[in-house]
């Protein structure tokens, strides 16, 4: 839930930059490893809504998956989990790039 | 219209902690985020580790709990500078929180300050505080599959305490099996087995974290 007000802060930030009567469509990018579970994101978002501009809005939530780097033959991947071997060499000397950031992507209005 | 935002929801806390760590580095002060399960051991550790730290170096506590001083009083108790925050019912701390209190500590005095977050293994792994690193507490006693549960928390530490390790004869996890789990997800983690009940592992522990302060001091 602070999770979302902060989601909301960066939101109303956002829209009062602009002439926003409405919004229509909020995009989240959620990795998969980020630990949120996008069904309370979508309960949150529901509930926080309620009497703003963002009520009846609809909440997109992308999943973005793990992602890594081989070190040794420089491949980016992305898997299932841990731990992260590279599918092109099968080495396992790789590091994560990808798959923990919660971002907003973008808002559609009008 | 289509508003492209493109803003991380970590992003203001990020700016906050970037500033702590500012403040950190200007007094050449090591800090570590401990994380944990709630019973895992943390204030446990804390304590039975102060005393050897003492002996080396000058430390500091933050401690983060939701709502009592209870672990602040007990740190207290060893003589070390000792500061609650209760988060009244926020499961984690953020950098806003630290860059709070940190004006009431003397860091030109500290070398090392922990910071122990709230009990939990999953939101604090989020908040970056502006710590030179953070350290995961696991005890024995709360089973093999926290790695696996909760990856991020291991991907973002750079230290495992494994603590309790007393109670293996009395549990059904594998300590091999736990380490290679645990390595699975982060291969580069150090990782120490103790028990804090009968002071076991612990020198490695202190030891550790002495060369880590002393490391920051050299290079700052």
Redesign the interface.
């Known amino acids: 839930m602070?999770?979302m007000m902060?989601?909301f802060?960066?939101i109303n930030q956002?829209?009062s930059d602009?002439k926003v009567k409405k919004v229509k469509r909020v995009t989240l990018k959620v990795g998969k490893?980020?630990?949120v579970m996008p069904d309370s994101l979508s309960f949150c978002f529901e509930v926080l809504s309620e009497g703003t501009k963002c009520e009846g809005a609809e909440l997109v939530i992308q999943e973005t998956p793990l992602t890594g780097r081989c070190l040794d033959c420089q491949k980016e991947f992305t898997s299932e989990?841990?731990?992260l071997a590279c599918p092109n060499c099968g080495s396992?000397n790789t590091r994560?790039i990808g798959g923990?950031?919660?971002?907003?992507?973008?808002?559609?209005?009008? | 219209m289509e508003i492209k935002v493109m803003k991380g929801v970590y992003d203001s806390n990020e700016k906050i902690a970037a500033h702590n760590r500012r403040n950190f580095a200007e007094h050449r002060t090591l800090a570590v985020n401990i994380l944990g399960s709630p019973g895992s051991g943390k204030t446990t550790l804390l304590e039975a580790s102060i005393g050897m730290l003492k002996e080396k170096i000058r430390p500091a506590v933050i401690e983060g709990d939701l709502s009592t001083d209870r672990d602040a009083s007990r740190i207290a108790a060893h003589g070390v500078p000792v500061i609650q925050i209760n988060t009244n019912g926020g499961c984690h701390l953020d950098a806003q929180m630290i860059a709070k209190v940190l004006p009431d500590f003397d860091l030109s005095q500290v070398d090392l300050m922990i910071i122990e977050n709230v009990g939990n293994l999953v939101c604090p792994a989020a908040f970056d505080l502006g710590e030179d690193f953070k350290v995961v507490v696991l005890s024995i006693a709360e089973g093999a599959d926290k790695p696996a549960k909760y990856p991020r928390t291991f991907l973002e530490a750079s230290a495992v305490v494994i603590n309790k390790i007393d109670l293996l004869p009395f549990s059904d996890v594998n300590l091999e099996e736990l380490k290679r789990d645990i390595r699975n997800i982060n291969p580069d983690i150090k990782i120490f087995e103790v028990s804090c009940r009968l002071r076991q592992g612990l020198d490695n522990w202190a030891e550790w974290l002495v060369s880590k302060v002393r490391e920051k001091q050299e290079n700052e």
């Open positions: 602070s999770l902060q989601i802060d960066i956002t829209i602009y490893m980020s630990n989990g841990f731990p396992r994560m923990t950031e919660l971002a907003i992507e973008s808002i559609e209005a009008e």
